[in-house]
């Protein structure tokens, strides 16, 4: 058996044993997308909707593989070339030969289906039309394979220096940032008026079709050529305008397959990633003298202290600060200023999701948690009032000065929403980590922003929606009530919200920790996800932290 297939063997086989929540999740959501891709392609052919949407869900489907690795990075279940170094091979044959594997994903599965709607577009227009579109769906496919797998090469690559994750972070965070308000602008220009009452509409001077410059624009990039080749198959275009599009992503699909083996074989020469500590230790009078608080400040200051040395928190504390910045920068401009004192919201959400799977971030460190009497309660409570010190005394402040900027009429209600998101992100954070656990790896083994900490995508999503949930309760009382948007009254309302969010959470987080803290050990220790739900209790693990006992005071330390 050749080096390339026993590759794509082992990747299959990490893919067929590795955590199923994640790939099932990420499989029925991306189903679901390209299904639509799929769905837009025929009500194009019907006459029910205008063609040129099929270029827009082309676009954003295609632009996935880019921002996937970039917003995402090291959460891919892929073979680290890093565990191939000490071969007897030369660095550039051992990325030669990993390149194959690399289309064994996922992700690959779920844009063949999208891209399927360019069979579905030249159906009608006879077998040369299918032809060109058969070999439309090949190219496009492969080319986004190779732009994503290029993209995942220069993140980590960036991630591996100070500076770098600096650039990087500050790319992931534009890109949620217009994740999050990049419709504002839009919205702000087909409903100007709506912060005054207005509820007139601005519709485009084409209705039902995407502007043709637009359009143009869309086909001209190398996520849209591929579509390109097949709308000039269908139209009877002469032969080179069908043929340039594809020669274009042959020649893209050369380039970043060279691009990428380069890439890997320049982090073969060179040993695995370490980011710099940043951990200063010294002796002071303060460091000897016994501290108040009990352990409950023990936890909070271990957990301050872990999110700035952590790379892995740290970016994504940095995400947190910083991209709701951006957010405001893409409002302000616009008829929306109104809005602004609601990016609050959207604040306490990127704490919450940023912050869903410390558990799992600390790994078998969990052991200390669960043999220490009486630690469980210090933990919830502790990791709750770094959380606010951290994320949630920040979003406030930014909240208040938002409402004072702007002066919208509705500040009262986004401050009171933003307390009530605070509230519910500060109490799920934690227990969406011990729920929903992205297990990588442990945290002695990860010594960059670059190393394997497993996908959160689902816990992430679990906490968005909780969070707005909870933010939008404070204005649904007052609604119902009759009472007037004053501050007094929506500030006590998402107090309320807020307080009965972190008190009702804490407990159940501190409930599933007794209930499955040793099964949940086992699975940090064996890397395996689904041991949490059999909940084993013959593990190394489960009966350390079942039969072991320590008498000295909790400290909240890690492993």
């Given at each position: ?50 063609p ?17 690795p ?6 891919s ?32 599965v ?15 227009h ?15 496919l492969?080319?986004l ?79 849209g ?7 000039a ?29 380069g890439?890997?074989?320049r ?32 936890v ?39 809005a ?14 940023v ?71 500060c ?12 297990i ?9 922003s ?38 007094v ?23 599933r ?47």
């Amino acid at each position: 058996m050749s080096m390339s297939a026993t590759f794509a063997s082992m990747r299959w086989t990490i893919i067929r044993h590795g955590p199923h929540d994640e790939r099932g999740f990420g499989l029925v959501v991306g189903l679901v997308a390209a299904s639509g891709v799929i769905v837009l392609a025929a009500l194009g052919l019907s006459g029910a909707l205008h063609p040129s949407w099929l270029t827009v869900g082309i676009f954003f489907f295609g632009v996935t593989w880019l921002l996937g690795p970039i917003l995402v990075p090291g959460s891919s279940p892929t073979l680290d070339p890093q565990w191939f170094r000490t071969l007897p091979r030369r660095p550039r044959r051992i990325a030669r030969e990993l390149a194959p594997s690399e289309a064994i994903s996922v992700g690959t599965v779920i844009t063949a289906v999208a891209l399927s709607s360019f069979i579905v577009v030249a159906a009608l227009h006879g077998p040369v039309a299918v032809i060109v579109a058969t070999l439309a769906v090949a190219l496009q496919l492969v080319f986004l394979l190779w732009l994503g797998r290029c993209a995942a090469a220069v993140v980590a690559g960036l991630l591996r220096s100070t500076a770098g994750t600096w650039m990087a972070a500050v790319q992931m965070s534009v890109l949620l940032a217009i994740s999050f308000a990049g419709w504002v602008p839009i919205a702000a220009v087909v409903l100007p008026n709506l912060g005054e009452g207005g509820t007139e509409l601005i519709t485009p001077s084409i209705a039902g079709a995407v502007p043709i410059g637009i359009e143009r624009v869309l086909l001209s990039l190398p996520t849209g050529w591929g579509l390109a080749a097949v709308l000039a198959a269908t139209s009877s275009a002469p032969l080179v305008t069908v043929a340039m599009p594809l020669l274009g992503l042959l020649v893209g699909v050369l380039v970043l397959r060279s691009l990428w083996i380069g890439l890997t074989a320049r982090v073969l020469r060179h040993p695995p990633a370490r980011t710099k500590s940043n951990v200063i230790a010294w002796s002071t009078a303060s460091s000897r003298r016994p501290r108040t608080g009990g352990p409950t400040r023990a936890v909070m200051t271990r957990e301050i202290k872990t999110w700035f040395r952590d790379p892995h928190r740290r970016l994504g504390m940095i995400h947190a600060w910083i991209t709701p910045l951006f957010m405001v920068a893409l409002v302000a401009p616009t008829s929306w200023s109104w809005a602004l004192p609601f990016i609050g919201i959207m604040a306490a959400v990127l704490g919450a999701m940023v912050a869903v799977n410390t558990y799992a971030l600390d790994g078998t460190a969990l052991w200390q948690l669960l043999t220490t009497p009486g630690a469980i309660s210090a933990d919830v409570r502790g990791r709750q009032l770094a959380w606010l010190l951290l994320f949630g005394i920040p979003t406030l402040a930014l909240t208040l000065a938002l409402c004072l900027i702007s002066q919208s009429p509705l500040s009262a209600i986004a401050f009171g929403m933003t307390v009530a998101a605070i509230g519910a992100a500060c109490g799920s954070a934690p227990l969406w980590g011990v729920l929903m656990p992205a297990i990588g790896a442990d945290a002695r083994d990860r010594v960059s922003s670059t190393s394997r900490t497993g996908n959160p995508a689902g816990a992430q999503y679990t906490a968005f929606a909780a969070v707005v949930a909870a933010a939008l309760v404070p204005a649904l009382l007052i609604n119902l009530i009759g009472a007037e948007l004053l501050w007094v009254v929506n500030t006590i309302a998402g107090v309320v919200v807020s307080a009965g969010a972190v008190t009702g959470l804490a407990v159940l987080t501190r409930s599933r920790l007794r209930r499955s803290g040793p099964a949940l050990l086992g699975a940090m220790e064996s890397g395996d996800i689904s041991q949490l739900r059999n909940r084993p209790s013959t593990s190394k693990s489960a009966r350390r932290s079942q039969c072991a006992s320590q008498t000295g005071p909790f400290i909240g330390g890690r492993s």
